[in-house]
């Protein structure tokens, strides 16, 4: 079992800074291929980003590419996102979720493809 508790959401202005952070504990984080969804109200939750398990692989949902940057500390068991020019459009709900696998190279996009989730943490953007 892996417990996933996100933080650092909150309320900004458009073009602001936050920092979100997924603390993990249970089984050995670097095991677990990290990403981060967003759900907006009255939509379906959706991929924003994900990071391999050792760190060296990043991929990006389009519309948060060149703003938003995934990271991990290993050492740290915390994965976080970086989120810069912030939109209204990103206001949502932020969840990190978790998946096992043994690839180093695996950067999972699809709901389906995670073992484990985190409660969320809002954003709000306001214009």
């Known amino acids: 079992q892996v417990r996933l508790v996100e933080s650092g959401g909150g309320v900004v202005q458009a073009r602001d800074s936050l920092r979100l952070s997924c603390a993990a504990s249970?089984?050995?984080?670097?095991?677990?291929?990290m990403g981060w969804f967003r759900q907006a109200p009255g939509k379906e939750r959706e991929f924003v980003a994900t990071?391999?398990?050792?760190?060296?692989?990043?991929y990006y949902t389009d519309s948060v590419k060149g703003r938003f940057t995934i990271s991990r500390d290993n050492a740290k068991n915390t994965v976080y996102l970086q989120m810069n020019s912030l939109k209204p459009e990103d206001t949502a709900v932020y969840y990190c979720?978790?998946?096992?696998?043994?690839?180093?190279?695996?950067?999972?996009?699809?709901?389906?493809?995670?073992?484990?989730w985190g409660q969320g943490t809002q954003v709000t953007v306001s214009s």
């Open positions: 979720a978790a998946a096992s696998t043994s690839s180093a190279f695996y950067t999972p996009t699809n709901y389906g493809d995670y073992d484990y």
């Open positions: 249970g089984r050995i984080f670097g095991t677990y291929a």
């Open positions: 990071i391999s398990r050792i760190g060296g692989i990043t």
